[in-house]
């Protein structure tokens, strides 16, 4: 699931060497925190936060076929 939301977000932004995903694991929640370049936020989260609920639903559908939830959080720098 890391893996996917990094490819996703370096997919989106200008800066992709300034994409970080961090991990955080609770039983058998999941809780990733995307950090962006500040220029880089608005292609990420999209108008009315479209794309960021996009990611979150495809990341829920990976979690699942993992048995576990999912959630992603995006952090501002």
Known sequence: MK???????????DHPEEVVVDE???????TLE???AKDDMGRVIGRGGRVAN??????????ERDGCQATMD???P
């Open 24 to 30: 955080v694991r609770h039983g058998n929640r999941v």
């Open 54 to 63: 996009a990611i979150r639903s495809l990341l829920r559908v990976a979690a």
């Open 34 to 36: 995307l950090t962006v």
């Open 3 to 13: 893996a996917l939301t990094e490819y996703i977000a370096k997919s989106l932004v």
């Open 74 to 76: 995006v952090v501002e």
